[in-house]
């Protein structure tokens, strides 16, 4: 159910409760009584538990549409509130506890839960209200903070939707590497702020979104699904991708969030160079527009960690979602194709608007399986990044198996300028009305320092040795790029040089390992020879029996070059 259908609900039942209230007032029974006489009581028993679940977001200028801070504000929603309850749907947390747990979980004990039935079941008695003492539940910034940066002058988000999406570039500048140890966000405009992701830029993405922050009148610039300015059909995350990889994530942030502190020897690598990029959903339910200048915090430091942390992607971009399907599954198993166990501190999972379920989960060599992150109702606007309290071992030869389905039929389509539209086939996009399929993994690696030099140093060395050993020049060329955007560039070199071969690499594509195996060499370092070898059969054979004469023959050296081969 949407917010709006919940509002709906709620002022729907609120006349009738209310007037339940009303006549409870004329009864000698509604005086405070008390506490060892009344049972349950508000004043006692249901404040704190309020406070405890309900009151970042049922405050005044918090992210809800309506307070629970009070007898008199909490009593005629009281029947409501304990629907959502029961229904899951309150607090907000997607996952499904009996997949995992995790940090920081909002969800409801369920003693609590049936404390509260107990006392609205009882009359809902008010207790002793002016024992009551006023609990006040702003987020605290709970480590010393070295840097700051907010929106540079106030946002005012457009009401032409109830929705804003807004990417803004922070004012500021690392002129050398540094390592985040922790950070929170400040929301400003509190009750629009709806959720936050927050992304460090590296230097050779940066044009994109300056670009995009310059063209656009106003503070910021409108994107969606990622940090890039995206419109419909293939946007941001496409480019980075072709591009060689996704920008790191650096924070997080939806109503009840806790501050991102990373334990002792952790860091977030922040490139020299780079910028941070602070996307905000803001949400105008309930509540007027106003001016916001949300703030980032951190914790910054020069000094090298013993661990980095990384975020990595896992995607499904071959999505198949036709105009109608009430439940459109799209699967695909991302194997360990390298030599190395991959620790992962956290996940995060991404769709748009259709979304419905997902789930992933780790398939291990022997055939075991363990759930990773569940999600049974999908919802777009309480996306979040999940802690485990110990890190998850991805072995060489594990595999994660990723799940997201979609619900496209009439009566789940988006509003369109007043309307709902008919259903259409959707596929992957950077546009509202497109699709994603994304599972984000935070990697922790030991420290190494960045990169420096050529591209591919020390590969052609290396390929010759293999040539003379090993044999096929398009598997040793592969083989031996270990770099992730050398082993894209030898790749796409070979394609624009050997067009003759082009109908076996199609054959690849269509087949789905391609992806398949460029998303294994993102997410966990795979090696394309590896798992081409291993998940593509006669396809990946026949494409290698094309391409390797060529590239013996010298008609690539030219265009290999280019990538420091």
Not at 69 to 86: M, N, V, Y
Not at 251 to 258: A, F, M, Y
Not at 406 to 429: A, T
């Amino acid at each position: 159910m949407s917010r709006l259908s919940k509002l709906m609900l709620l002022l729907l039942l609120a006349p009738s409760l209310a007037l339940g209230a009303c006549a409870e007032e004329d009864n000698d029974t509604a005086q405070a009584a008390p506490d060892d006489e009344a049972g349950v009581t508000y004043a006692q028993d249901i404040a704190p538990l309020i406070e405890a679940n309900c009151g970042e977001c049922h405050r005044e200028g918090g992210a809800a549409p309506f307070v629970l801070d009070s007898f008199e504000a909490l009593e005629p929603l009281a029947t409501a509130s304990l629907a959502s309850i029961e229904a899951g749907t309150m607090p907000p947390w997607q996952p499904d506890p009996d997949c995992r747990t995790f940090e920081d979980e909002r969800i409801m004990p369920a003693a609590d839960v049936a404390l509260f039935k107990e006392w609205i079941d009882g009359g809902m008695a008010p207790g002793d209200l002016s024992a009551i003492q006023t609990i006040e539940s702003p987020q605290e910034v709970t480590f010393e903070p070295t840097h700051t940066a907010a929106i540079a002058d106030p946002y005012q988000p457009s009401d032409a939707n109830p929705d804003d999406y807004r990417c803004f570039v922070l004012d500021l500048d690392f002129d050398k590497e540094m390592y985040m140890k922790a950070s929170t966000v400040l929301p400003d405009a509190g009750a629009l702020v709806h959720h936050v992701l927050v992304y460090s830029i590296g230097p050779d993405q940066l044009d994109t979104v300056l670009e995009a922050d310059e063209n656009e009148p106003g503070e910021g610039y409108t994107c969606f699904g990622a940090p890039f300015p995206g419109g419909e059909g293939d946007g941001g995350i496409g480019s980075a991708l072709s591009g060689g990889g996704l920008p790191t994530q650096v924070g997080t942030w939806v109503p009840g969030s806790e501050p991102q502190v990373l334990d002792d020897g952790l860091g977030i690598r922040i490139e020299a160079g780079s910028k941070i990029v602070m996307q905000i959903h803001y949400n105008m339910l309930g509540s007027t527009p106003a001016p916001d200048q949300t703030a980032f915090v951190m914790q910054l430091t020069e000094e090298q960690p013993d661990f980095l942390i990384d975020t990595k992607p896992l995607i499904i971009r071959s999505l198949d979602i036709p105009g109608g399907e009430p439940e459109a599954i799209n699967t695909r198993v991302y194997t360990n194709h390298s030599n190395k166990t991959i620790q992962i501190g956290s996940v995060a999972a991404h769709m748009h608007l259709l979304g419905s379920r997902y789930k992933t989960q780790i398939v291990r060599s022997n055939g075991d399986t363990e759930c990773l992150l569940e999600i049974p109702k999908w919802d777009f606007n309480w996306q979040q990044n999940y802690r485990m309290p110990e890190a998850v071992t991805l072995a060489p030869g594990d595999s994660i198996s990723l799940e997201c389905v979609y619900d496209n039929s009439p009566g789940n389509q988006p509003v369109v300028n007043g309307e709902q539209i008919e259903p259409r086939d959707v596929s992957w996009g950077e546009g509202t009305l497109d699709e994603m399929c994304m599972l984000y993994m935070s990697i922790i690696t030991p420290f190494e320092p960045a990169e420096q030099g050529e591209q591919c140093a020390g590969v052609s060395e290396c390929v010759e040795a293999c040539q003379s050993d090993e044999g096929g020049a398009t598997s040793c060329l592969l083989q031996c790029a270990d770099d992730l955007s050398c082993q894209i560039c030898g790749l796409q070199s070979l394609t624009t040089c050997g067009r003759t071969c082009l109908p076996q690499l199609a054959a690849l594509q269509s087949a789905g390992c391609l992806e398949t195996c460029f998303m294994g060499a993102f997410g966990f370092g795979s090696n394309l020879d590896t798992c081409m070898a291993s998940a593509c059969g006669d396809a990946y054979s026949d494409l290698q029996t094309c391409l390797d004469p060529v590239l013996d023959g010298g008609s690539c050296d030219e265009a290999l070059t280019g990538c420091g081969l």
